[in-house]
């Protein structure tokens, strides 16, 4: 130990300096953060405040539409690894086979603590026996759907995923049907901002970068100009512009929600900047790939979407999931320019309150909005670095 500190942070005058001024700074800052979150931070603007923001001004009667949705999305997703888990097992290409219960466990931990978390924290913020219920069925799902996964058949995998694909969508139109997308609100509001984004930037990003790249100037053109146009302007103009500037160019009655604006524009506007990574993955693959395509007698389609396009999205899924990190955090410049209620402006609005206004309680509420977009964020980042391991991302 001593000689890694002389080599990596002693080794001479200034590098002692530096590093002790680093370290002091550190343990100050990590001292007023520990003081902040235990001694000095007033919670109960968070506690007292937490379903507004949770799921903003969604109505009480339909919060078991929420817990519903977290049990059945759980359930699903637990469905899909499992089979994916036994396709893997049987192909022999499970990196944890023959591990035992124990290893097979921390690996989930380390995956998913950051959910685990943020729902530890959520739990214990709550003061209501709800939460505590949903939380064990949601446990009793992800746990029920693994089993099931690994245990169906394999003719039943098809159909199994096809419905899962199918899910979002359904419960999507469960909440709603409990309260208009417009009156959504909080966490619920960003989360599905940035997932219904996501779903619809990633195939507009991949069409228009493979326009770009046609041998028909028209399908180029039109795709160098919807690139070029929304990189080039600023997201929040464009947000107030859907805001405002709609209402003069349809008929009255027939723009549509606030909220559907808002994906759109996240979705044209990230669309464009997925269409430049993706067109970099495939300006990255040698020419010999499409030449060795064609000698077997491919069509220029076939030869896209089954050797090209597959190669150059492994090759981009850092920038991607980078991206799409962005875009998560991005929600809440519908807010400011859009008027909607989302997690940000819940977190500044409840400070305003009567028994909290004026005491300064800004603070307090900016870090637990700040603690939920990390997790989100970090946990989008871990498992895209699990995928790049997986797929061997920056191996040859």
Request: proline share 5%; with cysteine.
């Amino acid at each position: 130990m001593t000689r890694w500190l002389r080599r990596n942070l002693f080794r001479g005058p200034v590098d002692a300096v530096v590093s002790a001024t680093g370290v002091a700074l550190a343990l100050y800052v990590l001292y007023r953060a520990v003081r902040f979150v235990a001694v000095t931070g007033r919670w109960d603007v968070v506690r007292l405040n937490l379903k507004l923001l949770l799921v903003g001004r969604y109505p009480d009667t339909h919060l078991p539409r929420v817990a519903v949705s977290l049990v059945v999305g759980t359930g699903v997703a637990a469905l899909v690894a499992g089979i994916v888990h036994r396709r893997q097992r049987d192909a022999g290409t499970f990196a944890l086979a023959g591990a035992g219960t124990g290893r097979r466990m921390v690996d989930v931990f380390e995956r998913l603590w950051p959910v685990l978390l943020g729902a530890g924290l959520l739990l214990g913020l709550s003061g209501s026996p709800g939460p505590w219920v949903t939380a064990a069925g949601v446990a009793g799902a992800a746990v029920t759907g693994r089993l099931l996964g690994v245990a169906v058949p394999r003719k039943l995998h098809a159909p199994l995923v096809a419905g899962a694909i199918a899910t979002p969508f359904l419960l999507i139109w469960y909440l709603a049907d409990g309260s208009a997308w417009d009156s959504w609100g909080g966490l619920m509001l960003n989360v599905f901002m940035a997932v219904a984004a996501i779903l619809m930037c990633f195939p507009l990003g991949v069409f228009a970068a493979l326009g770009r790249q046609s041998q028909l100037p028209l399908i180029s053109a039109t795709s160098t100009a919807y690139i070029e146009l929304f990189r080039g302007a600023p997201l929040f103009v464009l947000l107030l512009m859907a805001n405002v500037a709609l209402g003069f160019f349809v008929p009255a009655g027939t723009a549509p929600g606030r909220v559907v604006r808002a994906i759109v524009v996240f979705s044209l506007f990230t669309g464009a900047y997925v269409a430049e990574i993706v067109r970099g993955g495939l300006q990255s693959l040698p020419q010999g790939q499409t030449e060795a395509g064609r000698a077997l007698g491919l069509s220029a389609t076939r030869i896209t979407f089954l050797i090209v396009l597959p190669q150059a999205l492994r090759n981009v899924i850092p920038a991607q999931v980078g991206q799409f990190i962005s875009l998560f955090k991005d929600t809440t410049l519908a807010g400011a320019a859009m008027g909607l209620f989302e997690l940000l402006q819940v977190g500044q609005a409840v400070t305003r309150q009567g028994p909290f206004a004026g005491q300064g309680l800004l603070p307090e509420s900016l870090a637990f909005v700040g603690l939920l977009f990390w997790l989100g964020s970090y946990t989008m980042s871990r498992e895209s670095q699990r995928i790049e391991a997986k797929l061997g991302v920056g191996t040859r």
